[in-house]
């Protein structure tokens, strides 16, 4: 029941001149080094399809351009700051209570100094 090949000539690993290669096994670091490198060389023309995407109208291709180009960063650092909410009831009521005592320490002390 098997093909007409003989399963010894089909091995998982591959060949040079006959003889199974004995590399080790590639470690996750050294994929993320391709990948960059790969990546690296291709940078422009990955950049430039982001961006002839992201003009048709793909959300994602926009978002992940801007991303790459630190659009979001940039705004935060040009925009305006939003102008502060006004303080809770419970802030005024402490600052009134700090100042009452400051202001009860003050009449103390220049009591006792007289």
């Known amino acids: 029941m098997t093909s007409g090949k003989d399963s010894t000539s089909q091995s998982a ?15 996750p670091k050294q994929y993320r080094k391709t990948a960059q490198e790969v990546i690296g060389k291709q ?6 399809k982001l961006a ?3 003009k048709k109208g793909s ?8 991303d790459l180009g630190g659009v979001q960063e940039e705004v935060k650092a040009t925009s305006t700051r939003r102008r502060r909410r006004p303080p809770s009831l419970g802030e005024l009521l402490l600052k009134d209570l700090e100042e009452l005592k400051r202001n009860q ?3 103390t002390e220049s009591d006792s100094e007289d």
């Open 52 to 54: 002839t995407e992201a």
């Open 13 to 27: 690993e591959p060949t040079t001149n006959g003889k199974a290669s004995h590399r080790k096994p590639t470690k």
């Open 105 to 107: 320490e003050t009449s």
């Open 59 to 66: 959300i994602t291709h926009a978002k992940l351009l801007f």
């Open 43 to 48: 940078y422009r023309g990955i950049v430039a």
